[in-house]
């Protein structure tokens, strides 16, 4: 057998391999995705008594799952090593980083509708 044949090259990951930035990747989207629903809850339903997605408690879990989200995303996208469609997990990290910042957004929208309406009861 000849040395070429028992060295391996360092190539892209394979379709099938999970590698700690795509499982990062996938985890900061889905935390992303999480506090989109919840804060268009939030934000579709602000008086409503049940379940997560009303009033200020939708509003926050909407916060803190998108800022989770564009944190982890944002470390995936600082240490992977090569671009998009190496196995690195970068492009699920930019996806992870814009559903973050909707949830993010629908999240201050959804708490700044809950301080406003509350401002209202107080003084009526």
Do not use: E, K, Q, W
Not at 94 to 122: E, I, P
């Amino acid at each position: 057998m000849h040395v070429r044949h028992l060295t391996t090259t360092l190539t892209a990951a394979d379709a099938y391999t999970m590698s700690a930035g795509r499982l990062g990747a996938i985890l900061a989207a889905l935390l992303g995705l999480a506090g989109v629903v919840v804060g268009g809850l939030a934000l579709a339903r602000p008086a409503s008594r049940l379940g997560i997605g009303s009033g200020r408690l939708g509003a926050g879990v909407a916060l803190g799952a998108g800022l989770i989200g564009m944190a982890l995303g944002g470390l995936v996208v600082a240490t992977s090593d090569d671009g998009i469609g190496t196995g690195n997990g970068r492009g699920g990290a930019y996806v992870a980083l814009v559903v973050g910042l909707v949830a993010v957004v629908l999240g201050g929208l959804a708490l700044a509708r809950t301080r406003r309406t509350a401002g209202r009861l107080s003084r009526g």
